[in-house]
């Protein structure tokens, strides 16, 4: 399967849910008020959010009153042009400076960090880079024994250290443990932390203090990993995190399901973190760049 | 952008108010804002969209007159309505008439099962019950080590079967073995899995002919968005649920989901997960989780909480001291224990209606009491009792005594005189009594 395919096999629900429903909407029918609001609610159910819908709609009410919009291929085709600029420019993750690059991985409980660093190593090291995984979630049972299988899994070196210790000291060990060995890319787990617990933000704010003392340019790269089941929350989440270390990019993750992720527009347009990755599977390779173009493309195809 | 319904709402019901009745078209115009608000805490669309209709009619039709204002009267209807619709009863675990009474665990990844199969664990073993745990994520990479690893914590057993493959096969196992070892209660967690991958919803199917449990709970995640409803309606055809656990209802999603959720299934949401730790399971209350929905505050988590820390006799005896004017050191230092005790007071402040925006970025510091007390405690039977003893010198040693300073003395000594002040004038009241369970 290609990429595209699989994508867009990822993406089918999605893409089921607002195209094809915007086209049943739309059928024989004049495009007016009414219709538009119909397309509203499909926004809405993808947890576009209101405001990123307000915008679309307000953006198709005035093609509409200009003129410019009659029929349902003109609606599909401006709807897909200002999806696609809600998006913004394909900014996907690239490693880049002297090694080793540093990628902080953040987000609340059950999003699927742990799996996304499984699988984000095992491609860099397809790719021929050396990885070392860092154990930094060092409260939830069994977190370091679950990232040691994607260790024996990938061939990615790991540095844990016991459960219930301090994970600051396990990503500093990382990142010099992958100075000395001259690795390429370390990726340091977290643990899951709502972003409402001030402590735990706390805690990684240090994580990421203690990071810039073994590499001051480290870590290149903050990752916030989102559930595209969630709803309205993920806004908050992405603010609070962003507030607390930074964060550079956003993993999209379990696009498989029925959920459509629409959760990424009011992200993107609220705050600009770009989306760099996207989960469409529970397979290893199923961990895909995120580019809006092709993401709007198998949307609307 | 995250300005509460409450203010919203406070504004459109002030104009309301102003022109004295609840015409149509002001109905309309507050539901606008309640819908919008209810999209925002994430209820599905076309929940809301049944729901406003369904408030209309009751709105427009109701007698607006003898209500208190017009704004409250559609607060209270909406309000009444969503109780309504979240389900009226704070249902139980139903138990098998012959032990072991066999729960199951179902839901999509990091809905945060098996957490919630440990609390619900610690919750029967708290009971009185012999629960047993069993591993049947089969499919997580150390999904089995992380249940074992809570069991250990809370003595409950872990039935695990690494080399077993089959989940429906460790299920019979574990069942089989509860049964020889006399427990009375077992909970399956299963793996995490898309209510859309149709060989894994069979596994379920296959479990649940093959175990016949009493209940299967469906673990929803609190932040859940618009497809909370496709889940739920998947997981409730396709396998069949008696009851919804709502978890990560500890962080600060509105929490929308669970009137989706239970919209859509009908069945009752029975506990609520607020915390990462593991005695943090609470029973559901519909009224709760309907003022938070419309972002109204916890009001009445607070009162209960209060409720458990004050204890009724107490509250009397100290309304005795307040009327006889006998409120010394002693029971202020009390009064301070017990408000502690009811938890972190940055949690208390945020159940307050109105104080969630005002308390924001306020941090309460929680040391300030441990100084009041520690100043408290520095003093003589004879000081807290009366106060007028404390001359210069008493002071400076109860300063020394406690660590503190004379002047952190000196004002703690003034606060005590203005609250006894106000609790005078409150004695002046005619009528004044203490709220119910409240009485600091």
Known sequence: MGF?????????????????????????????????????????????????????????????????????????????AKMVSLLGTHQPLVIFGEPPFVILVVGVNGVGKTTTIGKLASRFISEGSSVL????????????EQ?????????????????????????????????????????????????????????????????KKAM???????????????????????????????ITGIALTKLDGTAKGGIIFAIKKDIGIPVRLIGVGEGVDDLKDFNPAEFAAALFE | MFESLSEKLDAIFNKLKSRGLLKEEDVDIALKEIRLALLEADVNFKVVKDFIQYVR?????????????????????????????????????????????????????????????????????????????????????????????????????????KETKDPVAVSEDAVKKAKLEGRDIVILDTAGRLHINEELMNELTRIKGTVHPQEILLVADAMTGQDAVNMAKSFSEKVGIDGIILTKMDGDARGGAALSIRSVTGKPIKFIGAGEKIDMLEAFFPDRIASRILGMGDVLTLIEQAQQSFDQKEAEKLQKKIMEESFTFEDLKDQLKKLRSMGP??????????????????????????????????????????????????????????????ADVNRLVKQYLEMKKMMKMFKGKKGFRLPKGMSF
Request: hydrophobic share 40%; with cysteine; net charge neutral.
């Open chain 2, 57 to 161: 009619e009751r709105a427009i039709g109701k007698d607006v007159l003898d209500s208190l204002s017009p704004g409250q009267q559609v607060i209270k209807i909406v309000h009444e309505s969503l109780c309504e619709l979240l389900g009226t009863t704070n249902s139980r675990i139903q138990l098998a008439p012959n032990p072991p009474t066999i729960v199951m665990m179902i839901g999509l990844q990091g809905s945060g099962k098996t957490t919630t199969a440990a609390k619900l664990a610690r919750f029967f073993k708290k009971e009185g019950r012999r629960p047993m745990l069993v591993a049947a994520d089969l499919q997580r990479p150390a999904a089995i080590d992380q249940l074992v690893t809570l069991g250990k914590q809370i003595d409950v057993p872990v039935y695990a079967a």
């Open chain 1, 4 to 80: 595209l395919d699989k994508l867009k096999s990822g993406l089918s629900r999605t893409r089921k849910n607002i195209v094809e429903r915007v086209e049943t909407v739309l059928l024989n029918r004049t495009i007016d008020d009414a219709a538009i609001d119909d397309i509203e609610e499909i926004l809405i159910t993808s947890d576009i959010g209101a405001e990123a819908t307000a915008e679309i709609t307000g953006f198709l009410r005035t093609k509409v009153s200009s003129g410019e919009i009659h029929t349902s291929r003109d609606v599909n085709n401006a709807l897909r």
């Open chain 1, 216 to 246: 001051p340019d480290a870590p290149q790269e903050i990752l916030l990993v989102v559930d595209a089941t969630t709803g309205q929350n993920a806004l908050r989440q992405a603010h609070i995190f962003n507030e607390a270390v930074g």
């Open chain 1, 147 to 211: 990232l040691e299988i994607w260790s024996e899994r990938t061939g990615a070196d790991i540095i844990k250290h016991q459960s219930g210790s301090d994970p600051a000291s396990v990503a500093f060990d990382a990142v010099e443990a992958a100075r000395a060995r001259g690795i390429d890319v370390v990726i340091i787990d977290t643990a899951g932390r709502l972003h409402t617990k001030s402590p735990l933000m706390d805690e990684l704010k240090k994580i990421n203090r203690v990071i």
């Open chain 1, 133 to 144: 995984i860092a154990a930094g979630d060092t409260f939830r049972a069994a977190a370091i």
């Open chain 2, 345 to 406: 007071l940055e949690n208390l402040l945020g159940m307050i209606p109105g104080m969630n925006k005002a308390m924001k970025d306020v941090k309460v510091d929680e040391k300030e009491f441990v100084k009041i007390e520690a100043i408290i405690n520095s003093m003589t039977p004879e000081e807290r009792r009366n106060h007028n003893l404390m001359n210069g010198s008493r002071r400076k040693r109860i300063a020394m005594g406690s660590g503190t300073t004379t």
